[in-house]
């Protein structure tokens, strides 16, 4: 199956920090998504992305799928957005390949 | 919005007990998926539900069983707890196969 990188495992930022969470995919990407997970747990939807760019607010996520990667992009980054970034590829029968997140510290 | 919800948020159970974790969808989505998250090992799908009574086994469904009586309700039973069984447990919904799934808010249960 599909097998996704992300990067940086870990990053820890100032409050107004701006930063760029990246996905790297190992085959073609055809259904990406972008999810938070809260400290709570549950896995909050933020892009769903396959090719383009969107923006909602501070956050903002781009795909290129001919080159198999996805940006997301957090700007003036708050300590609510600490969290752990997840991207998945598929949902279909096989459900979505997740990455093994972005653990993001956001200080005050 | 979508609203995906699971019966618990925290659940302990003991060795050899059945356990029934519930998730309801509100968007009469299609699909419907259970996984369950383990540090070190990310989400890793148990089972997949494509429509009413119709299921098919994901990447470790061994010890786990799903009944989808209706759209809107699927359930995940462990039909004898155990240890390993310990676990974050997330249920998600989509539209259809491929489209964008949402997740409820997770369940986590111990077995003691």
């Known amino acids: 199956g599909i097998q996704v990188e992300q990067s940086p495992p870990d990053l820890i930022l100032q409050e107004g920090a701006n930063s760029t969470l990246r996905c790297n995919f190992s085959?073609?990407?055809?259904?990406l998504q972008w999810f938070h997970q809260n400290p709570w747990g549950q896995l909050i939807n933020l892009f769903y992305i396959p090719s383009g760019t969107k923006q909602n607010g501070r956050l903002s996520a781009t795909t290129v799928a001919t080159e198999r990667y996805s940006l997301l992009y957090i700007s003036s980054s708050q300590t609510t957005d600490s969290g752990v970034y997840f991207c998945?590829?598929?949902?279909?029968?096989?459900?979505?390949?997740f990455g093994k997140g972005t653990h993001l510290i956001i200080q005050p | 919005d979508v609203k995906v919800t699971q019966s618990s948020r925290y659940l302990v159970k003991r060795t050899g007990e059945k356990v029934f974790l519930e998730c309801v969808q509100d968007m009469d989505h299609e699909n419907m998926f259970w996984y369950r998250q383990d540090p070190g090992l990310g989400l890793r799908l148990i089972y997949f539900?494509?429509?009413?009574?119709?299921?098919e086994k994901g990447d470790i469904p061994e010890g786990y069983s799903v009944s989808r009586e209706k759209k809107e309700r699927f359930s995940l039973i462990l039909e004898s707890a155990s240890t390993n069984q310990t676990s974050m447990y997330l249920c998600?919904?989509?539209?259809?196969?491929?489209?964008?799934?949402?997740f409820g808010p997770g369940t986590r249960l111990t077995v003691t």
């Open positions: 998600a919904s989509s539209m259809s196969q491929g489209r964008e799934q949402y």
């Open positions: 085959d073609s990407v055809n259904n």
């Open positions: 998945a590829e598929g949902g279909g029968a096989d459900g979505l390949t």
């Open positions: 539900s494509y429509d009413v009574k119709m299921k």
